[in-house]
């Protein structure tokens, strides 16, 4: 009789034919290739779309991979409203961002750090094209760089949020050089974000800029910062949002406030909230100007997991009203529509969002084409609408929103998805542990097979108020290609399912979330579709938090990857940017220690991990920063548990470097084969 070892070999070689003959078969039925790494670098983005003032045309951002220069690179382009014509509008090694169309159609202004001279500005400034042809030329030369902007309604000036320049900033040195910095001195609460490293008192202000004389004058000094400016038909009125309730970095009450356009004017608080509006959202005037709609909280204690609702407020002030009181679901982006005078927003609901419209005193919501999808941006205009739409296999493309129905205006990313072989999409709904019902979504791999049990991936959203949905994600269709079946379980602390469901987990992480992650493995191997013995399980961010938790609580994983996680909240506390959740929900470390070590569980449990980890951090991540992966990288190698740990130089939560993002996909893969296959 053979040997073990030869049984062995044979039995691998066996299962490597029938794998090469069923890839074999999948390529010549559909012939079609699998989702690679190399497709990371086809995907174009496509963003920010705006109906030009005649409606004949829609302006754009897309954005895409520069591969010799290892960044992405975005820029301006436009789509006729037929669909028939598509054209680039810029074509600079800089990025622009925010195409905005003057009231009367003539220019397209947009935002971008170009050279306009010898140098990059390394600010990005406001610079305007001509759409009767030439190059675009520079408006703006705000110091500390513009990060918003708006038109006027008669066209002849800017609402435009500038920041305060840095005083400490080094100035280059007579051989180009910078100086060497000055020491760095600190004394705000609020004293680090991610991706702008340690705050100052450096504030963002609203300016008016003049187009015909080039000048701008600053309307609202003072220590606070303003966001999200919108012009009232009249041309006489701005609203903006700001936080004026004493020091603005120790609360999150953020309110509507309105100015007159003009020097010396006074902002008017319109609304008394004391909780977040805004909402990322600016405020829209209704057609007539006597009335602003705008996105506001729902609970104060509950801010950072909030749930935007739609208000309308008297511009002269009074009591908001809530045209949706009813409608137990976020909404964003509104738009006050001034050919039925309806007002246009987003609604998020269980694994979607759509395009929905509401009468501004409420009544019906009338959901525009709810067919499975996401859409993640709105732009309505004199009648005419389009929307950003993503598929479970097609990234964000630009379609015009017709009655009911979607028609496709950009398709950028059309010509090579047609050649994948796409893992399936579909959603999926258990139960869990305590009964309560939980969905989610499954991927399942090209050529799957009903019957056969596989090795399965339990991939974890992060937020945690976000959801998984109907949508493109490559991360999923990565693991998928590679012969994966993924979970992508929308646990409780999910968006999309109602404010109770999100807000359950305040201040108890790490334990219904790793309930309804459980409950979704559970629910897989019942249908006979997971592998008991070859189960992983991963995320970024509050994904990796959740892993961190589940790992520590139950062994069955053989595989996990744990990116930009933290596991020790203590060491979190003065460390990262969230200061304010941890004493508004947790309270301090020395008068709520319990509670602090509690929601710690992971670190100080990292004993009662068995699970082989792949800890993945940017270096500069002042979100969740890199000390946190540190630790358990640290723990488990202390404790013989496989473990290894990358840290990707000069990145901050999110990792934009394209190499970086494939590597990150490849030591994905390379980290679950090694431990479930």
């Not at 003539?106 to 042809?133: M, P």
């Not at 990262?576 to 929601?599: F, S």
Request: charged share 25%; hydrophobic share 35%.
């Amino acid at each position: 009789m053979p040997s073990n070892k030869t049984r062995s070999a044979r039995m691998t070689f066996y299962l490597m034919v029938v794998l090469l003959l069923s890839c074999s078969q999948i390529a010549m039925g559909s012939d079609k290739r699998l989702f690679g790494f190399d497709d990371l670098a086809r995907i174009q983005d496509v963003s920010d779309p705006r109906i030009s003032p005649e409606g004949d045309w829609v302006a754009y951002v897309l954005s895409g991979i520069d591969a010799e220069r290892d960044q992405h690179q975005s820029d301006i382009w436009m789509v006729s409203w037929d669909g028939s014509q598509t054209v680039q509008l810029t074509h600079t090694d800089a990025s622009e961002s925010q195409p905005r169309f003057s009231p009367d159609g003539r220019y397209l202004a947009f935002l971008s750090s170009r050279k306009s001279g010898a140098e990059d500005d390394e600010k990005s400034q406001i610079w305007l094209l001509d759409r009767a042809g030439g190059e675009a030329r520079k408006l703006s030369d705000f110091p500390g760089g513009v990060s918003d902007y708006a038109w006027s309604p008669d066209g002849h000036r800017l609402a435009v949020i500038a920041s305060d320049v840095d005083p400490n900033e080094p100035a280059p040195d007579a051989t180009g050089e910078g100086k060497t910095p000055p020491p760095i001195v600190l004394d705000r609460y609020q004293f680090k974000a991610d991706g702008v490293g340690y705050l100052r008192r450096l504030r963002d202000h609203l300016y008016v800029y003049d187009l015909a004389s080039g000048e701008s004058q600053l309307l609202t000094p003072g220590d606070y910062d303003e966001s999200l400016p919108s012009w009232s038909p009249d041309g006489k009125l701005i609203a903006f949002f700001s936080k004026r309730d004493g020091d603005p970095d120790r609360n999150d009450n953020q309110d509507l406030f309105l100015i007159e356009a003009s020097a010396g004017s006074v902002a008017r608080q319109l609304t008394s909230f004391s909780g977040d509006d805004g909402q990322g959202s600016a405020a829209v005037f209704s057609p007539d100007g006597k009335y602003l709609a705008y996105l506001q909280g729902r609970a104060t204690k509950y801010v950072f997991y909030d749930q935007a609702q739609l208000a309308v407020i008297p511009v002269e002030g009074g009591e908001p009203r809530y045209p949706l009181a009813d409608l137990d679901r976020a909404v964003g982006a509104p738009q006050w529509s001034s050919a039925d005078g309806s007002i246009w927003f987003l609604l998020e609901d269980d694994r979607n969002q759509m395009v929905a419209r509401v009468a501004p005193e409420g009544g019906r919501v009338e959901r525009l084409a709810p067919a499975r999808g996401v859409t993640w941006g709105l732009h309505e205009r004199n009648g005419r609408a389009v929307a950003l739409v993503t598929t479970a296999h097609a990234p964000l493309e630009i379609m015009a929103l017709e009655g009911d129905a979607l028609r496709t205006l950009t398709a950028h990313n059309q010509e090579w998805l047609s050649d994948i072989e796409w893992g399936s999409v579909e959603g999926i709904e258990f139960k869990s542990s305590d009964g309560t019902p939980v969905h989610g979504m499954l991927i399942k791999p090209p050529g799957y097979e009903a019957g056969r049990r596989y090795p399965t991936i339990a991939y974890i959203h992060g937020g945690p108020v976000a959801q998984d949905g109907y949508e493109f994600d490559y991360i999923l269709q990565t693991l998928a290609a590679h012969g994966y079946v993924v979970v992508a379980p929308n646990y409780r602390g999910s968006s999309g399912r109602g404010f109770a469901f999100t807000t359950v987990i305040e201040a108890d992480w790490g334990n219904l979330e790793v309930k309804d992650v459980l409950a979704a493995v559970d629910y897989l191997i019942a249908e006979g579709i997971a592998d008991p013995e070859r189960l992983g399980i991963g995320g970024w961010s509050y994904g990796a938090m959740t892993t961190n938790y589940t790992i520590s609580r139950d062994t069955r994983f053989k595989a996990a990857v744990s990116g930009a996680g933290i596991a020790n909240i203590l060491a979190g506390y003065g460390t990262d940017q969230y200061i304010r959740q941890y004493e508004n929900e947790i309270g301090t470390p020395w008068k709520d220690l319990d509670a602090y070590l509690r929601i710690s569980y992971p670190f100080f449990h990292a004993d009662q991990i068995k699970t082989p980890t792949l800890f993945l951090c940017g270096e500069d991540d002042f979100n969740v920063p890199l000390l946190n992966s540190e630790q358990m990288y640290q723990a488990l190698n202390s404790l013989g548990v496989p473990t290894q740990l990358v840290i990707y130089p000069g990145e901050f939560h999110g990792l934009s470097v394209p190499s970086y993002q494939r590597d990150r996909m490849e030591r994905y893969v390379a980290w679950f084969d090694r431990y479930l296959k």
